[in-house]
């Protein structure tokens, strides 16, 4: 049912919260990946993806422009043994420009890429995921309730956010009561925060 329609997977980081053995299962050896090129041998070589392309910088995928944007997957010493994580910027004529960010935090390369492509939509993964000990010192290994109202402070105002990975992952400590909560009294204007339901639909205009 998931798959049904699906035109080519964009994978941010090969986690397996993002890539888990029913994806490697399930989807057909044909189907088109792209991926970052720290995944390219894990994708193609090992689980032998057969239309597996890298995007080092960006590519063009049926008239949508993809770019990559090499973020990093929490701070410090932690944020360092997360390994490559990226987030995409898509672009196609007569429609928004999306933003997802994947498990990247908010920083200056994610600020950078906001600044210089302009989106009006950005996906959050705002689940405030957690690796005790060292969370301790270095933080949450992506944005949490508190970084993403931050996210949503620094964008421009016509910029819309839609936040998930909640609610499904046991290292992560925001889930969508906590966040729609910490929103409300933050003051945020919460027609520029969309909370996705499990199984929900949206259409971005």
Not at 20 to 37: E, G
Not at 127 to 142: F, N, R, V
Not at 163 to 188: F, S
Request: net charge negative.
């Amino acid at each position: 049912e998931v798959l049904k329609g699906v035109d080519f997977v964009l994978l941010t980081h090969a986690h397996i919260d993002h890539y888990d053995p029913a994806a490697k299962r399930l989807i057909s050896k044909n189907m088109p990946w792209y991926v970052q090129p720290a995944d390219y041998d894990s994708v193609a070589v090992k689980d032998h993806f057969r239309n597996t392309t890298v995007i080092k910088e960006n590519v063009n995928v049926g008239g949508i422009t993809i770019i990559r944007i090499a973020g990093n997957h929490g701070r410090g010493k932690l944020g360092e043994m997360m390994g490559a994580s990226s987030g995409y910027v898509l672009k196609a004529d007569g429609q928004p420009t999306l933003y997802v960010m994947g498990d990247c935090v908010w920083n200056e390369v994610t600020q950078k890429a906001v600044k210089e492509h302009q989106p009006e939509y950005i996906v959050v993964n705002s689940g405030g995921a957690i690796l005790p000990p060292m969370s301790k010192t270095d933080g949450p290994i992506i944005p949490n309730e508190a970084e993403t109202m931050q996210i949503i402070d620094d964008c421009p105002v016509n910029t819309r956010f839609i936040a998930v990975h909640m609610d499904a992952i046991d290292h992560c400590q925001t889930t969508r009561a906590i966040l729609r909560n910490e929103a409300r009294h933050h003051g945020t204007d919460m027609s520029r925060l969309i909370i996705q339901e499990d199984g929900e639909s949206i259409t971005l205009k």
